[in-house]
């Protein structure tokens, strides 16, 4: 344990502490538990500092646990087959994960941060991950043939994702394709797909997850509309149990698929589509391309309809557009 998590397992007993209590317990001095406050804030934690009183975490603090995130689920023999990794801090789950698969790692081998230093997002973007207030969560998995439209794997996920919030009795989720996960227009949670191996015999898949849980407006600048599940339910919310609904729907989904193929999670994830039938804009690298949209093929393609004809595009990001 580094001195930074040192500080943090005295901070998250709650309560305020005195920096001479903490220079005391770590053999640091008050100078620099100053600084190793500061670096805790950095990373995203918000800290109060109360002259007189010291320092007090501003939120309860959840730590994510393995063994809690396999017990929060009642399926937990399906959580049992996985190993579970959790880590205070990484450069990108996924990053961690694709290496651990090049070394040989076992399908089923799940690994989630409190802190991702460069999380990643779809299309070279950053995604933010402030410490222990969401989910950053990869999940690697092994198919011993590619399954058949591969391509459509990442829509696949979202439903696993949908199936999840369900268990919350969080309504109104939608799907942006192929797999941004909305409430209500807001972004609360993204999806990268990374892949290695041969994609038309053995290869492997590392599923990223990235969901809003307590991060609060005033965090965060990101360049869209989000939200996070604490905002939607107004209820507490435990991320471990979070973690296990993900996993475990995550897991059901990929066994399945190597039994039955993808066909009916395309069927489930129509019914989510927040932009069926709408005028959107779908933006490929400085190519801007206007339309309605139509849904997917069974390729998890996106069906646009332009000028009367159907086109199918197999990447893109797209937005609404204001109907004409
Ligand atoms: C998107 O752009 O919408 C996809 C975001 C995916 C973020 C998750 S967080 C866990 C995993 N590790 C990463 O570096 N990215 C994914």
């Given at each position: 344990?580094?001195?930074?998590h040192k500080?943090?397992?005295l901070?998250?007993?709650?309560?305020?502490?005195?920096?001479e209590?903490?220079?005391?317990?770590?053999?640091l001095?008050?100078?620099?538990v100053?600084r190793h406050?500061?670096?805790?804030?950095e990373v995203g934690?918000?800290?109060d500092?109360v002259?007189g009183?010291?320092?007090?975490l501003?939120?309860?603090?959840e730590?994510?646990?393995?063994d809690?995130?396999r017990?929060?689920?009642?399926?937990?023999?399906?959580?049992?087959a996985l190993?579970i990794n959790?880590h205070?801090e990484?450069e990108?789950?996924?990053?961690?994960?694709l290496?651990l698969?090049q070394?040989g790692?076992?399908?089923g081998h799940a690994?989630?941060?409190?802190y991702?230093?460069?999380?990643r997002?779809?299309?070279?973007r950053?995604?933010i991950s402030?410490?222990g207030c969401?989910l950053?969560?990869?999940?690697?998995?092994r198919?011993n043939?590619?399954?058949?439209?591969l391509?459509?794997l990442?829509?696949?996920?979202?439903?696993a994702?949908v199936?999840?919030?369900?268990?919350?009795?969080?309504?109104?989720?939608q799907?942006?394709?192929?797999?941004?996960?909305?409430?209500?227009?807001?972004?609360?949670?993204?999806?990268l797909?990374?892949?290695?191996g041969?994609?038309t015999?053995a290869?492997?898949i590392?599923s990223?997850?990235?969901l809003n849980?307590?991060?609060?407006q005033?965090?965060q600048?990101?360049?869209?509309?989000?939200v996070?599940?604490?905002?939607?339910t107004r209820q507490?919310l435990s991320?471990n149990?979070?973690?296990?609904?993900?996993?475990?729907?995550?897991?059901?989904i990929?066994?399945?698929i190597?039994?039955?193929?993808?066909?009916q999670?395309?069927s489930?994830?129509?019914?989510?589509?927040?932009?069926?039938?709408?005028p959107?804009k779908?933006l490929?690298?400085e190519?801007?391309?206007?339309?309605?949209s139509?849904?997917i093929?069974d390729?998890?393609?996106?069906?646009l309809?332009?000028?009367g004809?159907?086109e199918?595009?197999?990447?893109g990001e797209?937005s609404l557009?204001?109907a004409?």
């Amino acid at each position: 344990m580094n001195t930074r998590h040192k500080l943090l397992s005295l901070l998250i007993q709650g309560g305020f502490h005195s920096g001479e209590a903490l220079g005391r317990h770590l053999g640091l001095s008050r100078a620099a538990v100053w600084r190793h406050i500061q670096g805790l804030g950095e990373v995203g934690l918000s800290i109060d500092r109360v002259p007189g009183r010291g320092y007090r975490l501003t939120n309860t603090l959840e730590l994510l646990c393995p063994d809690r995130i396999r017990q929060s689920v009642s399926d937990d023999a399906t959580l049992q087959a996985l190993t579970i990794n959790v880590h205070h801090e990484l450069e990108s789950t996924n990053q961690h994960l694709l290496r651990l698969a090049q070394q040989g790692a076992p399908s089923g081998h799940a690994c989630l941060a409190e802190y991702q230093s460069h999380g990643r997002g779809r299309r070279g973007r950053q995604w933010i991950s402030p410490f222990g207030c969401n989910l950053y969560l990869s999940l690697l998995w092994r198919f011993n043939e590619a399954p058949t439209r591969l391509g459509a794997l990442p829509l696949a996920v979202a439903v696993a994702i949908v199936r999840a919030l369900g268990q919350l009795d969080i309504d109104d989720i939608q799907i942006k394709w192929p797999n941004d996960l909305l409430w209500r227009g807001r972004k609360l949670g993204g999806i990268l797909l990374e892949m290695g191996g041969d994609p038309t015999s053995a290869c492997h898949i590392v599923s990223g997850i990235g969901l809003n849980i307590h991060m609060d407006q005033k965090q965060q600048a990101i360049d869209q509309p989000w939200v996070s599940l604490s905002q939607i339910t107004r209820q507490p919310l435990s991320r471990n149990h979070i973690a296990g609904l993900v996993l475990l729907e995550i897991t059901t989904i990929l066994q399945q698929i190597e039994q039955h193929g993808l066909g009916q999670y395309l069927s489930e994830w129509r019914q989510f589509d927040a932009f069926a039938d709408r005028p959107v804009k779908l933006l490929r690298g400085e190519q801007e391309i206007t339309g309605i949209s139509r849904g997917i093929d069974d390729d998890g393609n996106l069906l646009l309809e332009i000028n009367g004809t159907i086109e199918r595009f197999h990447s893109g990001e797209i937005s609404l557009r204001p109907a004409p």
